[in-house]
């Protein structure tokens, strides 16, 4: 299985169980130059700790067991943090 980045989407309560929420996270670019709905642009992705600039794609969530979670690349900054937050409702159309 290849590793690659994710974000963490679930709350800190859920973390504590067994499984956590995860969106998908990519660096192609086409995302990049044509983000559609519930596609996030992370403004400061170095700061993240992700090796390229990327999008969080927050159409694309995944339950995952916390044993396939290797590694904390790094946080995501507020701002980008409220982004991936109002795209989320707004996939999920609580907006």
């Known amino acids: 299985m290849k590793r690659r980045p994710a974000c963490v989407d679930s709350s800190a309560e859920y973390n504590n169980g067994p499984d ?9 670019r ?8 519930g596609d996030v642009v992370i403004g400061h992705w170095q700061e993240a700790g992700l090796p390229l600039e990327s ?17 904390t690349l790094g946080e995501l ?9 109002e795209a989320m409702l707004a ?5």
């Open 20 to 28: 956590v929420i995860v969106a998908m996270v990519t660096s192609r």
């Open 30 to 37: 086409s995302r990049l130059q044509n983000p559609e709905i």
């Open 55 to 71: 999008v969080v794609r927050t159409d694309r969530l995944l339950v995952l067991e916390q044993r396939l979670l290797s590694l």
């Open 77 to 85: 900054r507020p701002d980008d943090l409220e982004a991936v937050d």
């Open 91 to 95: 996939v999920l159309g609580l907006a």
